[in-house]
């Protein structure tokens, strides 16, 4: 069974994922800021981030720490144990590109995750590590479903998604 290596497994998302997910894969769900320890994955999940309007100095802190640096957090040190083939996919937001008045901060930190993931793309493209990321508008009972957003992740780990990297996936209703 492929292992795969999730932050924010534990979050609403997450929950619903690894339940999607768990009779194909071996699902790992890191803590916190909680280094990853396999020898193996075939992909990572990065599922955590964190919601903040405002523009001051701490918030954008924040919403670094949480939307981009939790993600090169997980998968750098684990990178070279991805397979060959594998996959990485990560929840960035709609409103990476939208840039609605009010988000400076939030925005700024996924469209950093946005570039991390479209560079990463590009030097795992050799070893056929498919890299990609999901944009919802907004996730939950006002916006994309959350087993709408498992399914899309679904595929994105599936043989016929192999192709498909680089790929910022806008999600709306």
Do not use: W
């Not at 997450?14 to 890191?30: D, F, K, M, N, T």
């Not at 030097?123 to 009972?141: C, D, F, H, K, Y």
């Not at 957003?149 to 680089?166: N, Y």
């Amino acid at each position: 069974m492929r292992t795969l290596l999730f932050t924010g497994g534990t979050g609403h998302l997450g929950r619903i994922v690894v339940e999607r997910l768990s009779p194909s894969y071996e699902c790992v769900v890191l803590g916190r800021n909680e280094a990853p320890d396999l020898d193996r994955a075939y992909g990572v999940l990065h599922l955590a981030g964190a919601f903040a309007l405002g523009s001051n100095v701490e918030i954008f802190n924040s919403m670094l720490d949480a939307n981009l640096l939790s993600a090169v957090r997980a998968i750098e040190p684990l990178r070279a144990n991805i397979e060959d083939g594998g996959r990485i996919v990560a929840i960035s937001s709609f409103a990476s590109r939208t840039m609605p008045a009010g988000f400076a901060a939030y925005a700024a930190a996924k469209a950093a995750l946005n570039a991390y993931i479209e560079v990463l793309a590009k030097e795992l493209q050799p070893r056929r590590i498919a890299v990609n990321a999901l944009l919802p508008s907004t996730l939950g009972p006002t916006g994309v479903p959350y087993e709408r957003v498992a399914d899309a992740i679904a595929f994105l780990l599936s043989e016929a998604a192999a192709p498909v990297t680089g790929q910022l996936i806008a999600m709306t209703l």
